[in-house]
């Protein structure tokens, strides 16, 4: 079965400096993986997604993630924090193979900034 | 904007009795999937509809039922509702095809359960 867990369930960091947010999955076959932002009171917006092209994939407002299969490890990463960062950060594992796709979520990590 | 649209966006239910909520998708989305968020955890699937048929569910029981029309719209419905059914509920939908797809959340529709 599918499954991810993230490692921290809150995070807090300064303005302006680096962002790490720790996934690790378990999968039966290659993944597709996700991160997720959720702002308060807000639905859910891909910040980017991995699906067996290049290992390190680019999402937006320059957030990035590396897949390392030998790690069976997705982390979130951004080299500059801004206070709109601040938010819940969903890391998630797609059930591949079926007409659609059931995404599996990780518990969430609390992202908060301070400046 | 992602184009997919819920409501209501809040709502107030007694326990025993039952909620329909609503989802319209974009057009040409073939697969609509539902997921409950209880306060402080991460979505879970409850199931997923690909051309107006269920093909996929998750952990939940026969109580959360569903439909997707023609329009590209859907419902979740809940019979019985209990205490615990209290959650935000995200509607989610794409155009599936071989090559892959991307899902598209609502906002969601916050139930709570008296």
């Known amino acids: 079965a599918q499954s991810v867990t993230q490692l921290d369930s809150h995070v807090s960091v300064s303005e302006g400096t680096p962002v790490l947010l720790r996934c690790n999955y378990s999968?039966?076959?290659?993944?597709?993986l996700f991160w997720y932002v959720q702002h308060p009171n807000k639905g859910l917006q891909l910040l980017l997604k991995?699906?067996?092209?290049?290992?390190l994939v680019k999402g937006i407002n320059g957030f990035e993630a590396e897949f390392k299969k030998s790690e069976t490890s997705f982390h979130l990463t951004k080299p500059s924090a801004h206070m709109s960062d601040a938010a819940e950060y969903f890391c998630?594992?797609?059930?591949?193979?079926?007409?659609?796709?059931?995404?599996?979520f990780g518990k969430g990590t609390t992202l908060s900034v301070s400046s | 904007e992602t184009g997919v649209t819920q409501s209501p966006t809040h709502l107030i239910k007694t326990r025993g009795q039952q909620v329909t909520l609503r989802c319209s998708s974009q057009?040409?989305?073939?697969?609509v999937s539902w997921y409950q968020q209880a306060l402080g955890q991460g979505p879970q699937f409850i199931f997923q509809?690909?051309?107006?048929?269920?093909?996929g569910r998750g952990n939940f029981p026969p109580r959360f039922s569903g439909l997707q029309f023609p329009n590209y719209s859907s419902e979740l419905n809940v019979n019985a509702l209990e205490l615990d059914d209290s959650a935000l509920y995200l509607c989610?939908?794409?155009?599936?095809?071989?090559?892959?797809?991307?899902?598209?959340f609502g906002e969601g529709s916050w139930l709570t359960v008296v």
């Open positions: 989610a939908s794409s155009l599936w095809s071989p090559s892959g797809n991307t899902i598209y």
């Open positions: 999968s039966s076959y290659s993944p597709s």
């Open positions: 991995y699906t067996s092209a290049a290992t």
């Open positions: 998630v594992v797609s059930d591949r193979g079926k007409a659609g796709t059931a995404l599996i």
């Open positions: 057009s040409g989305h073939n697969t």
């Open positions: 509809y690909y051309r107006e048929e269920e093909n």
